[in-house]
């Protein structure tokens, strides 16, 4: 069974992976270990799982642009997210990805969906992402 929902697209790409999803806000800053993908911030529902190549799924984050550095530092050492779902364009995560494609060749896509859509998207799904935004959840 599949699911099919359009999101808008901020940062364009297609990815496949496992979902790692949320509806809790993270801070990237003290939350998200770069050298490994893990995220240790222990008051998080996703504390101590691994995003890395996962298709993340969070609102958006908590805390400032130190988001971008470590989320940068994460695409460097590849253990960042495949690509990154959101409730809303998120600038940190953007930033990120436009520096990671300007300094590496390698951007992470970034998608938009509404809350209704975004509740739809557990973890444990797997989920393929097109670059016109459109999303496939396979349940």
């Known amino acids: 069974m599949k699911r099919i929902i359009q999101g808008k697209p ?4 297609s990815a496949n ?3 790692l999803a949320t509806n809790e806000p993270l801070s990237f ?4 270990d770069w050298q490994t993908g ?3 911030d222990r008051r998080h529902p996703l504390s101590g799982m691994i995003a ?4 993340l799924v969070i609102p958006f ?5 130190t988001t971008t ?3 940068l530092e994460a695409i460097r050492a590849k253990t960042a997210p495949q690509a990154i779902i959101t409730t809303a364009t998120d600038f940190f995560f953007a930033l990120a990805s436009v520096v990671a ?3 590496y060749q390698m951007p992470i896509p970034l998608v938009a969906v509404n809350e209704n859509d975004f509740t739809q998207i557990n973890t444990g799904n797997f989920v393929g992402i097109d670059t016109d935004g459109k999303i496939i959840i396979y349940k």
């Open 101 to 103: 494609d300007e300094l």
């Open 10 to 13: 901020f940062i364009e790409g």
């Open 29 to 32: 800053w003290g939350g998200y």
């Open 38 to 40: 893990e995220i240790i």
């Open 52 to 55: 890395k190549d996962k298709i």
């Open 61 to 65: 984050t908590r805390g400032s642009s």
């Open 69 to 71: 550095a470590v989320l």
């Open 17 to 19: 992976g496992v979902a």
